[in-house]
């Protein structure tokens, strides 16, 4: 059975049909061609964190697929009051597939492990798979074909987003340089960075000129975890840990003065949420090469490749 966890698993064939599947999707969708390919079907999406991209793209992608998405979260649901492992199968028996924006990634194999239903990642404090595939098919788009994507950039701190962002580009021949003072900690899956560095396409330097030089693509993401916020408010515990790294990450910030000094030709990217002010600027937002709000749509147009390509011979 197939799942989309780290992207570890995933080939550079998988990947290349996943991509060519969100193309010819996306291009029906706009001549008003209807994709009924997942009629009948349910995918149950379990939120331990808040989301709105994830959420719009993986329901929207449903409907328009001619199944039905299930929000589930754990406030509302009995997930907090009982046994994890028991509850999740019980809760795979009423879908076709699970997607789980989980505290921990355990929690998400713990799920797939049962190999009931194809098991997603949809955003952990290790992965993103979804919203790498989705950055794929954006810089795909705007490089009109993969061979024309030499290399990208990622400033600020390396997390999960980084790291299937990173892996997904390596495994496509494209060069990745990496500007980050710092790990999430809690990010870090030794076995994926021997497959990035088996691939040879991955630098880290601290120095921004060099990074960004020749990147076709530029990324950056928030500096700081989901968990530091209560309803977008800083919660006092965490008030040390967030000043620490506005003070460490400023100085990598993503703006329109480094882009036009080092790399004019460089599109601006962000999976968003953005924290305007931290780690890019109002004026990188409103660049002209500036990509994000297509970044964001095209969580869609992947999220319902990933599902048809989950679902495909099952
Ligand atoms: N990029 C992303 O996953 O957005 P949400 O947190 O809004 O889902």
Partial sequence: MKHLISLKEQSKKDIADLLELAIDIKQKREKGIATPYLKDKTLIMLFQKSSTRTRLSFETAMTELGGHGIFM????????????????????????????????????????????????????????????????????EHSHGLQNIKKIAWLGIENNVSNTLALVCAKMGIQVAIAAPERDIDSIDEELDAQLEATGKVKRSLDLKEVVSDADYVHT??????????????????????????????????????????????????????????????????????????????????????????????
């Fill in 73 to 140: 979260d754990t406030r509302t649901s009995q997930l907090a009051l009982t046994d994890f492992g028991l509850e999740i199968q019980a809760i795979m028996r009423f879908g076709h597939i699970l997607m789980f924006r989980a505290q921990k990634v355990a929690d998400v194999e713990l799920a797939a492990s049962f190999n009931r239903i194809p098991v997603i990642d949809a955003c952990s404090e290790k992965y993103h798979p979804a919203q790498a595939l989705s950055d794929l098919l954006t810089m795909v």
């Fill in 221 to 314: 993401d928030t500096w700081m975890n989901m968990e530091f916020f209560d309803s977008g408010v800083i919660r006092p515990e965490f008030k040390e840990e967030f000043d620490r790294r506005i003070q460490l990450f400023t100085p990598y910030q993503l703006n329109a003065d480094l882009i036009e000094r080092f790399a004019p030709q460089a599109k601006i990217m962000h999976c968003m949420p953005c924290h305007m002010g931290y780690e890019i600027s109002r004026d990188a937002l409103d660049h002209p090469n500036s990509i994000i709000l297509d970044q964001a749509e095209n969580r869609l147009h992947m999220q319902k490749a990933i599902l048809v390509w989950l679902l495909q011979n099952m």
